[in-house]
């Protein structure tokens, strides 16, 4: 039996279990998260460290009486052990729930649907990862990360609601460098490995090292003329999860979002939707709510909806749309333009040419203000022509300027830039997002 | 007792436990050079209140074993939550597989030298039981916090949150290691957001999850605690009238509870040698430190004393051991500011062939060490609170992170902050908003002009400190007094 039939076998007679041992006051929902993935991690061209994580965990929501509290807890496929720990948890959940004061705003899972996803993949053997990956990069510093597995993720509650979800997948997240430090960023990911696709790969990196050889450019303080590649754009996208489109947020103050709701407007070339149709991520959120496959957030500049989970839509009177409970975009695709690749460079002119952004903050969130570093494989261009890569730059930019009337043009084409997060555990899913042409982007240090 | 209890009884007593590591140790079907296993168990308690309703009320329990296997000069690992014979036994295969794969590719030639033997305990120093507040309690605590916040209708939001963690640690090895340590941690946050038109501005507790300690419920419910709750909802009021933060260059000074952000992100993080051997280039970043600045570097002004400290009995990363086994000891990273040596475990030292600290560290069982901050502080100097704003004739102060980015190699900063106050002629003068100020590392500590006394000095930390693939988020302490920088530039919102 696989871990993936195993885990979902052991999690559904959980969910019998607990749809036994619940009283008619009483409500749950149960959710797991986790994995059986390798990570072999890479400094010049060697492996500094390589491992295997099986690492599953269980989450029961208990509701009693307009409360609710959670527990999580191991999950091990093993069902006498797992169930253990369900009877535990739910014997804690009871001594605590009756202390704990009403929420007004509490939400129980109403949905009746079923789904199963499971996305096979062909993944390279643990035993020949690191040598597959290595003979490609002979002769050059390479350094990153391979991981690669099986995530899963699973609902069910009182209800007989269930959802489940796994995928084989592998990401390699891995950076070039040039003897002076210089760098360029790549990535390969998917489901099923393909060598001479990996190869190709390597071999683009390699060219883009080429054009590193020579000393950076040092450029002053200043507004200048941006190309901001598919990989800069998705960073400056991830910050609308951060106090962006959740309508929490806007309600209570906290987003970057607000002049959209008093009638301001961003530029019209730029639209993002939620949308679920690559299937890369799950639909269902944590209440077991099923998203629509397509959800325009903002449209031609227009904010046209924001992501309302069930609590939010009880609390501020709002419908809710499926978002889960933090509000933020999980399968984000920005809208492509008419900008053509081979005009990309013409078209700057004179400028800076971005491939990468590093370490974003809000610097003003109120006005939109975002900071962050130039990083990687970023460009010094004259008349269309690439002239010196450039000593790494601090931006300081409001997105009411650079997806406002500074936003030029968006390329006709779009990349899929995959999560490579893997705090806790190993991200699923990420955003497909074109390239951008700005006027006037802000340089401070 | 029924069958079917009696039954799952029975199973329960087929699952390992951590007391017996040593016998596990024993019994696993691998041959290695070096085998060592490091179980975790952790629960991990966080409540909080929004608006004064109830947000979040939730217990992770978690549990599992951490397989390291040496084996042809490579080191290889496996992690499992199957607590049993079979899981933990599969895990160790699976770090032997890795080993015996990737050793003809290894960075180093792994030895036991940088697993040395180490027998020992180390519990945290406790104020008291965390289990002194019943759920109840602390309900009606977070609650109370969020109504006394509501100072003013223009408060338009208010949070309070705890979040409790106990971790026991136990760790074996094949050369004879055993060790179990005990750590109790305790964080705290609560803050207010005020509206007034298109203005909005918040105000919390020291910055985003800032009071972080080592100990019990007295670092929380304390006697100062209401009138502080008091002071966040008026001051995030304040803020609304407050004048913008203006532009310019001038002296800069900073209480603990933002430099605490400083010391990490332009001290701790250059100094990490896995950065400057080059671990962390495809995600984190490396670091403007060479090798051999370490002996020869001016880091900052001869008022810069800043050590390693994973003994300071309440800070909120200590610990008697690291997680390779190394007995953790108190260290002067920088004297007289004087770079002496860097943030490297056993391994990096081995590496690197520099000085290093006690500080390889995983951030649950599921992750293998790498090297980590734990305390790192600024010691403090001679000077009083009054003495060190008193000698600023112009100058800002500013208190609370509420925003930070950094380059990769730690050189180009911009912080934010909640709240600043003019300084005019040695005195704190007006209160100004959407303070900011941006430098470069070296610089910004080679002005580094006046450092507070003992009296001034506070610990914080953060729960947050994210580095390493796969990622590992992990806790840090920082004890700093307030500081005093010159010619630095800072700026307003828009």
New interface residues.
Partial sequence: MSFNTKMFAGFQQLAVDLRSAVTTEECFVLTLSGED?????F??S????????????C?LKLFKDG????????????V??D???A???LA?LRG?IT???????LVLPTGQEHSVSDRSGELLS??????TI?AAVQGLDF???Y?AGVNLRGYADRNGQEHWFSADTFTL???L?TSD?Q?V?GAYAGAVWDTEKYQQQIDRSRQQLARLQQAPKSIQRGKYRTYLAPAAVADLVDMLAWGGVSEADLQ???SSL??LR?GNYLSSLFSVTEDFTSGMVPRFNQMGEVAVDRLPLIAKGKLVNTLVSSRSAREYSKAANGANDQESPRSPVVATGTLAQEQILAELGTGLYLSNV???????R??G?V???T?YACFWVEDGEIVAPIE?L?F?A?LYDFWGDDLLAVTNFSEYIATM????G?SLGGSWVPGMLIQDFTY?? | MSICNF??SM??TA?LQPENLDRILADLPIEADWIGLRWVKAIDRIRSA?DG??QT????????VMVEVIVNE???????????PA?IAA?AQ??H???T??SK???HPWSIAQRPQTIGNYQSAQSGSLDSL???AI??LL?KICRSLKVSDQI??TRAMVNTKEIETFYVSSNGSNIYQQVQLLVSDYGA?A?AG???Q?RSNGGMSSHCYQGGWDYFDHPSLWARVQQIGTQAVELLTAQECPNTTTTLVLDPDQMLLQIHESIGHPLEIDRI???E???A??SFIKPSDFGNLTYGSPLMNVTFDPTVSDEFASYGFDDSGTVAKREYLIQNGQLLRGLGGADSQARSGLPGVSCSRACDW???P?DRMANINLEPGDASFEEVIGQVESGIYMESNR???????R??F?F?CEYARRIENGQLTETLR?P?Y?D?TPKFWGNLVAVGNAETWKTYGSPYC?KG?????IWVGHGSPVAAFANVEVFG??
């Fill in positions: 993935s390798l990570f072999t991690r400094n010049c060697q492996v500094r460290q390589s491992g295997t994580v099986r690492d599953v965990r989450t409360r609710t509290c959670w527990q999580k807890f191991p999950c091990t496929g093993e006498e052990i169930r253990l720990q009877q535990q948890a804690d605590q202390q704990i004061s009403p929420d007004p705003y643990a035993d020949a990862a690191a040598a290595l350094t990153g990360l991981a997240d891995y950076s460098f430090g760098a960023k209570q103050g906290q607000a002049p008093d590093h370490y974003l903050n809000w610097s003003d109120q006005s203000r900071t962050g570093m990083r790494n601090r300081d409001s997060d893997s705090y806790g190993r401070t240090l | 039954f799952l199973l329960a699952l929004r309703v109830p009320n939730g217990n992770s329990i978690n549990s599992g490579q080191i290889g690992y496996g992690a499992t939550n199957l607590l049993t899981g895990a699976a770090a597989q890795q080993a794969a990737t590719y290894h960075v019943s759920v109840a309900d009606e609650i338009v939001q957001t509206q298109n203005i909005t918040t051997l080059g671990d280039r495809n995600y970043g490396g599921n992750r293998p790498i925003s930070w980015s950094i380059d990769d190699r050189h180009k911009q934010g959407n900011n941006r470069i994210g693939e796969p990622n590992q988020m919102g828009n």
